[in-house]
């Protein structure tokens, strides 16, 4: 249960939104065999000046960031998470965001810091 | 020291926001036995488009999300743990929200990552 | 890489948007010793009734929350984090923020949690 925060200018959000929500998605798919409907995903348009970062921090011609956050469980190892970031990175590019403007970050919490909607009394800890 | 960030749809937030802080408020000083006075809450309200989910992930019927994202310090078992999402759950229930589309989602930190206003200098560490 | 996501009240963010970046970005180069290129900020403005806390809480006199959460890899030591906090404070401070009001959260993440625009196949796990 990946839940992703995507924090990107509003005109891109506007104009690339879907197409972006898609590509996320895809690349969840890819890089961690998540099921398809597995899906959370929060976007957060930014107005001028709201997104503020280096151009060329890690020596990366930096233009536009658009920034995922990722929150999910502890259980992959690093090379799975390498894939992951490959997979995002490629689909991201194809929904028109350069590889250089994205940038991730993973958050790992356990299976028990999540409730789903699941029934209210009664839980099994 | 909960920190509470709350991504809801702007006319939930509008119709029912005060009605939920109280209920979240109320969820964490039952299940954690939090003080009264430990407040912070963050609501994010969302347009059309933004916040994008899984109607059926896990079986639930999801309609309209409501995400909670709590940082909190690590020092809660499980079985403390599931009874704060029941209490969340059944508090958010009465204040108008299903408990089915509440998604909630606890990152926990340390004691010694928290700043919290106090003195500037000569802190000890 | 620290990354700092920023809530704080609208009309603060325009009136002071600028001064708090500078601010958070010379706390973090004191405190952290982090290069100056190492930039990545992203400001939440909210409006009435979004941002929730306790006036009072550890006996402190809050009025305006101003949240900072930070997200960075695990490696310092308490005595630098807290370093890292009177330095944030003193330059807010300066700013025109109230070290009172300033809430600060750390979130701490691995190396392997990162992905920053490098090349997108062919990464070394």
Do not use: N
Request: aromatic fraction near 8%.
């Amino acid at each position: 249960m990946p839940m992703v925060q995507i924090d990107l200018r509003r005109d891109v959000f506007e104009e690339k939104g879907t197409a972006i929500s898609k590509a996320i998605h895809a690349g969840l798919m890819e890089g961690l065999d998540m099921p398809e409907d597995d899906l959370f995903q929060i976007f957060r348009p930014h107005d001028d000046g709201e997104i503020v970062f280096s151009p060329h921090f890690a020596g990366v011609d930096r233009r536009d960031l658009v920034l995922l956050r990722i929150t999910m469980v502890h259980m992959f190892p690093v090379d799975t998470k390498s894939r992951m970031y490959s997979a995002l990175a490629t689909h991201l590019e194809a929904a028109g965001v350069r590889h250089e403007d994205v940038l991730i970050c993973v958050v790992e919490v356990g299976f028990e810091d999540w409730y789903a909607g699941t029934p209210i009394r009664g839980e099994v800890a």
